[in-house]
Nanobody, 119 residues
């Protein structure tokens, strides 16, 4: 069983930075692809960033490219999302997710952490 716990959210002003962290419990963390998703009130959940199980490949939503960076530390079973130049439209609940390296579907999800960006 894989469990994910996010932390690092908060209330910031536009232009500020935040670093989200996702702690993953369970075996074989390094074999899981990881991603961050977000969901704002009244909207569908959207993909933000993903990183391959090896850490060698990353992908980003167009809306965050150049501002957000996803990374992972397999020794600490953690994945991070560094968010710079935050905008009010980045306000959402951010959740991390995990999928077995050979799968296309994210099977495990955290509870999420709130990020609020004021203008």
């Amino acid at each position: 069983q894989v469990q994910l716990v996010e932390s690092g959210g908060g209330l910031v002003q536009a232009g500020d930075s935040l670093r989200l962290s996702c702690a993953v419990s369970g075996r074989s963390f390094s074999m899981y692809g990881m991603a961050w998703f977000r969901q704002a009130p009244g909207t569908e959940r959207e993909f933000v960033a993903g990183i391959a199980w090896s850490g060698g490949s990353t992908s980003y939503a167009d809306s965050v490219k150049g501002r957000f960076t996803i990374s992972r530390d397999n020794a600490k079973n953690r994945v991070y999302l560094q968010m710079n130049s935050l905008k009010p439209e980045d306000t959402a609940v951010y959740s991390c997710a995990a999928k077995w390296f050979s799968k296309n579907v994210y099977d495990y999800w955290g509870q999420g952490t709130q990020v609020t960006v004021s203008s």
